[in-house]
């Protein structure tokens, strides 16, 4: 091979690879921008001072009434803390509001 053949193969070699380089860091920086959480908001089924009602099938024998109570905390998780209920709760344990 001749050395001008091999110029232009190593010339083509280094743009190749700075075209995949620029590429990534574009992908990279498009990745991060979508990621960030004060442009995307979660949806939130719950919040402070609400009141939700636990499932009859996780507190049989109780009414209604007994099985209430208010949020007194939304976690960054998703899940609550009650107000005169101890623990964590995800949104699956509360009746669905119809």
């Known amino acids: 091979m001749r050395k001008r053949t091999k110029r232009l193969l190593g010339g083509l070699t280094l743009v190749g690879a700075a075209g995949a380089a620029a590429a990534y860091i574009t992908k990279k920086k498009n990745m991060r921008a979508k990621r960030k959480p004060e442009d995307h908001p979660l949806s939130v089924w719950a919040r402070p001072g609400m009141s ?20 007194k905390k939304l976690l960054p998780s998703g899940r609550v803390v009650l107000d005169g209920f101890a623990g964590e709760h995800a949104e699956n344990e509360f009746e669905r509001i119809s």
Do not use: N, S
């Open 52 to 71: 939700v009602t636990f499932r009859g099938e996780l507190m049989p024998g109780r009414q209604r009434d007994a099985r209430t109570f208010k949020v």
